[in-house]
């Protein structure tokens, strides 16, 4: 899990299944890394995502992935 204080509070990142989704980064609560992507965990939900893992800190920083 990053820690991070940054003025992004949404990121739009595709999902497994290729759509667009919006995550609001002040309600995920772990992020961890998939064998082919990243997890982003929030109350009852859990987004499956292509981003590598990797990109993640600069996602968290306002950058793209």
Same mark, same amino acid.
């Given at each position: 899990?990053?820690?991070?204080?940054?003025?992004?509070?949404?990121?739009r990142?595709?999902?497994?299944? @290729?759509?667009?989704?919006?995550?609001?980064?002040?309600?995920?609560?772990?992020?961890?890394?998939?064998?082919? @992507?990243?997890?982003?965990?929030?109350?009852?939900?859990?987004?499956?995502?292509?981003?590598?893992?990797?990109?993640?800190?600069?996602l968290?920083? @306002? @950058?793209?992935?």
């Amino acid at each position: 899990m990053f820690n991070y204080s940054s003025e992004v509070k949404w990121i739009r990142v595709t999902d497994i299944d @290729g759509d667009l989704v919006w995550i609001n980064l002040e309600k995920v609560e772990r992020i961890s890394r998939a064998s082919d @992507g990243s997890i982003f965990e929030f109350a009852n939900t859990v987004i499956q995502t292509i981003v590598p893992f990797e990109k993640i800190p600069e996602l968290l920083s @306002g @950058g793209t992935a």
